[in-house]
């Protein structure tokens, strides 16, 4: 089949392979990009496939908690560009668009975007409101996610790490400094879950088979490949959970051992990024139309 050019830059984006390699792979695999990763991976061509898409908008994110510290909320409200995301207006819808979700219920962006806010001035559903912005400022903005956590045992803290990473951690004992301590660790380590047992059956079949394949690429013998894939999954499991990680203020202490020592425990944290998974029209083709017509 063809393989465009476009599907190639992403890949060799993800993996770090040469432009050759990856479009090879793209052909072995039909063009399933998810395939040819994981196929250059048991090779050795590509050192790691990032798991997050790709950061494209812009905009904020704004976190709000209760004075309680039991109810949360986290939303993602996106423009276009950088210059839009730091004007008053915009932050001022942001802003009472998370106020209004922490006194609400709502549960996803449309029943948020529903809900009556008051900006500019005049009162109106966060929908009509968001048109007026749009009218107003010649950016498409949109509010896109939201996340909300009601803790039942612990409390909530967060960490907001500019406009465009945001973190909510549910922790149980502990104190206020570990609590937003715990939050910038993940905004800073964005780790896949709290703990290895939440790691999901699939992804750790996957890793592990990749695991295999890369020390039977190398040549080991049969007898220590066994050994050598659980060492390589203790790790994979210690860079991806957040107990297993080291903590970004004290490299020398994990996670674990940090929570332990003050007799506290994370209970569920949500990461929100800006923009992840949203892909941003690129304005300069020339590299592309360059491979194409190599390509051909």
């Known amino acids: 089949m063809a393989i465009s050019a476009a599907l190639v830059k992403e890949l060799r984006e993800r993996t770090g392979a040469g432009m050759m390699e990856c479009k090879k792979a793209l052909v072995e695999a039909d063009g399933d990009i998810e395939a040819a990763i994981e196929a250059m991976r048991k090779s050795g061509q590509a050192k790691a496939a990032k798991k997050a898409g790709r950061i494209a908008a812009d905009g904020m994110v704004v976190i709000k908690i209760g004075d309680d510290g039991k109810r949360g909320v986290m939303v993602e409200v996106n423009c276009e560009t950088d210059f839009v995301a730091k004007d008053a207006n915009f932050a001022a819808f942001a802003e009472a668009v998370g106020e209004r979700a922490l006194a609400s219920d709502a549960a996803d962006v449309e029943a948020l975007s529903a809900?009556?806010?008051?900006?500019?001035?005049?009162?109106s559903s966060i929908a009509a409101a968001r048109e007026a912005l749009v009218a107003k400022i010649g950016e498409n903005v949109q509010v896109r996610r939201i996340v909300r956590f009601d803790a039942a045992q612990g409390l909530l803290f967060s960490y907001r790490h500019g406009l465009?990473?945001?973190?909510?951690?549910?922790?149980?004992?502990?104190?206020?400094?570990?609590?937003r301590d715990v939050a910038m660790h993940v905004a800073?380590?964005?780790?896949?879950?709290?703990?290895?047992?939440?790691?999901?059956?699939?992804?750790?079949?996957?890793?592990?088979?990749?695991?295999?394949?890369?020390?039977?690429?190398s040549g080991k013998p049969e007898d220590i490949v066994d050994k050598i894939v659980e060492g390589r999954v203790r790790k994979y499991l210690g860079e991806v959970t957040l107990l297993g990680q080291?903590?970004?203020?004290d490299p020398d202490t994990t996670v674990e051992k940090l929570l332990e020592q003050a007799g506290a425990k994370v209970r569920r944290f949500a990461r929100m990024e800006v923009g992840e998974g949203i892909e941003k029209k690129t304005e300069n083709f020339a590299d592309e139309v360059m491979a194409q017509v190599r390509g051909n």
Not at 115 to 123: D, M, N, T, V
Not at 195 to 209: F, H, I, Y
């Open 164 to 179: 465009r990473i945001g973190v909510l951690v549910e922790l149980e004992g502990g104190s206020e400094v570990l609590g």
């Open 115 to 123: 809900l009556p806010i008051r900006a500019a001035g005049e009162e």
């Open 188 to 217: 800073a380590s964005n780790p896949l879950c709290v703990s290895a047992d939440e790691v999901p059956v699939v992804t750790l079949a996957k890793e592990r088979e990749i695991f295999r394949a890369q020390a039977l690429e």
């Open 246 to 249: 080291a903590f970004v203020k």
